[in-house]
């Protein structure tokens, strides 16, 4: 058999990156019209090869840039409610830290091994978003113009507690912020959202500082999806015109308890 020398070598394309790109894609769309994108592109990150930690921190990095935004779009709310607003973003960068340090301190084996549980919690949480939203709702309507107690320093802790998580890991909680707030007394839909985004942004991005400074930020994986996110989210107007808003959220807590299962049955071979 004769063989070719001085030929040029092809290398075959790394279909990892094409999965990166088509899932940061996906998760930037979820994420603006139904919310759940890193149930898969954290997934994706790990099938890069970075380590768990890595994986976590690049993926909230990668993500937080189309949480900024959102700021932008609740700016009048923010300026009404500024009086709790200032804690909640205060709870936020508290939690945040925390979250985000106590995660650089984990063992990358005692991550990994966390994973699958820290899926399902958050595909739980998701899951059960849908029928508290409607409990919550009927709630406003059968207490309609209740007054709201001032309780801002033990809505300031619980905060702290959930901001915590997202430092931590994040998937799912800023439907925590929202059962908070509700549970206080909370009606105004659009307050909600904006206290809401005020607390998960500011704990995203002080997790975000603290991630990139330390060096678990992987960037040509980082830079990619955030690209690829962010044209997600700008494409996703159509989807929500076209997909009713009950099977994206079907599809995404279908990702979820995948990827736990997956995970978890991973984890035992």
């Given amino acids: ?116 549980w820290l899926l399902l919690v958050a595909a739980t949480i998701f899951a059960a978003s849908g029928p508290v939203s409607r409990w919550l709702t009927r709630r406003a309507k059968l207490l309609p113009g209740e007054a709201r107690p001032p309780r801002r320093t033990t809505i300031f802790v619980c905060t702290i507690f959930v901001c915590f998580y997202i430092g931590y890991f994040g998937a799912g909680a800023g439907f925590l912020i929202i059962t908070l707030l509700s549970l206080f007394g909370f009606q105004d839909l659009n307050e909600i959202n904006a206290l809401k985004v005020v607390s998960s942004t500011l704990a995203n991005g002080v997790a975000f500082l603290i991630f990139v400074v330390s060096g678990q930020v992987v960037w040509r ?39 736990a299962a997956w995970f978890f049955w991973n984890k035992g071979q």
């Avoid at 976590?56 to 300026?79: C, K, M």
């Fill in 1 to 116: 058999m004769i063989v070719a020398s001085g030929l040029p070598q092809f290398q075959l394309i790394d279909w990892r990156w094409a999965w990166l790109t088509v899932t940061a894609f996906l998760a930037g769309l979820l994420n603006a019209v139904a919310g759940g994108g890193s149930f898969l592109l954290f997934p994706a990150m790990l099938g890069m090869k970075m380590l768990p930690i890595q994986a976590n921190a690049t993926n909230t990095v990668a993500l937080w840039p189309g949480q900024l935004t959102s700021i932008a779009a609740y700016r009048e709310d923010i300026r009404k409610n500024m009086r709790l607003a200032i804690p909640m973003g205060l709870a936020g960068l508290l939690g945040g830290t925390v979250g985000a340090i106590v995660l650089l301190n984990t063992p990358q084996a005692t991550f990994m091994r966390l994973v699958p």
């Fill in 221 to 259: 994986y980082c830079l990619l999806a955030m690209l690829t996110c962010a044209i997600g989210g700008y494409t996703s107007a159509r989807l929500a015109r076209h997909v009713p808003q009950s099977v994206l959220r079907g599809l995404v807590i279908f990702i979820g308890f995948s990827m």
